[in-house]
């Protein structure tokens, strides 16, 4: 076999181009690792939950939610900038995780028995009530005062079917197919009242065009607590969003985000839940 003779000028190309094609692997590749320096992370949120999870017209992403997820996703070395949010609607939530399609979910995300089958859940992060918006005007002392009034809610929610089955089963359910069509029946007097979460209501009555216009009714209906959910087995992401939302209770950011986001509505949040405490 013939051998050719390599000058030390194609020695040195060939080292060059042997550096560039090691150098090219690695450029720009997102490890998921959670080291930040420029990579991004995936976050599913809701789009249309004023006060929780809100994406405005000039492409801002507002809320609880939102904030808490910054906040998380700052602890995990990402810079706010480095951040993708993603849009995850309710029925969405586990298939996303289980995909891959987001790297952690915070999106009034009710901890559950069954949920907790398909995902992992770090937190809770906040507990909520179900509860009652009525006018400001407008007393409900007690839930069965709905008896023969109009109960307004989202065509399949669970909330008004909730009332009407252990609280106030002559209640009359009016369903609309947004929470903002149910505010806009309320405020006409269409309907008595619109249920869901306590902290959804507040964020909605926090709106500018509803200030003063609505008040929660202060009925714990049901206990809901928001877990960050996260793809099932992964402990160690789990333990890493525990120990931000720790952190953030400690400094007080809790407390700023709380009051930003649902401070106008009067909401009268519980305090901030023991973090690792996973309850149904």
């Known amino acids: 076999m013939k051998l050719r003779k390599v000058t030390a000028a194609s020695a040195t190309v060939l080292a060059l181009a042997l550096s560039a094609t090691a150098c090219g692997s690695d450029s720009g590749k997102d490890t ?14 809701k789009y249309d939950q004023p006060g929780l999870g809100l994406k405005t017209p000039d492409g801002k992403f507002t809320g609880f939610d939102v904030d808490v997820a910054k906040y998380v996703a700052k602890e995990l070395g990402y810079a706010e900038g480095d951040i993708e949010f ?20 915070a999106a009034t995300y009710s901890i559950t028995d069954e949920r907790k089958q398909k995902v992992d859940f770090a937190g809770p992060y906040l507990l909520a009530h179900q509860d009652l918006l009525i006018r400001a005007d407008d007393n409900v002392a007690k839930s069965d005062d709905l008896n023969g009034k109009k109960l307004c809610s989202v065509a399949g929610s669970t909330s008004a079917q909730n009332v009407k089955k252990d609280f106030a089963p002559d209640a009359q359910l009016q369903q609309y197919g947004t929470y903002s069509e149910c505010l806009g029946a309320l405020q006409s007097g269409r309907v008595d009242a619109l249920t869901t979460d306590d902290s959804i209501l507040a964020g909605y009555a926090s709106q500018e065009q509803y200030k003063g216009k609505f008040k929660l009714a202060g009925l714990k209906l049901s206990n809901e607590n928001y877990g960050i959910g996260v793809k099932k087995g992964d402990k160690e992401m789990v333990d890493k969003i525990n120990a931000a939302l720790e952190k953030m209770v400690q400094d007080k950011s809790w407390n700023k985000a709380v009051a930003d986001n649902f401070g106008p509505a009067n909401y009268k949040n519980e305090p901030a839940p023991e973090i690792g405490n996973i309850v149904k």
């Open 32 to 45: 998921g690792s959670g080291d930040g320096g420029g990579k991004k992370i995936t976050v599913g949120i």
């Open 86 to 105: 993603k849009e995850t609607k309710s029925a969405d939530r586990e298939t996303a995780l289980a995909r891959g399609d987001v790297d952690f979910i």
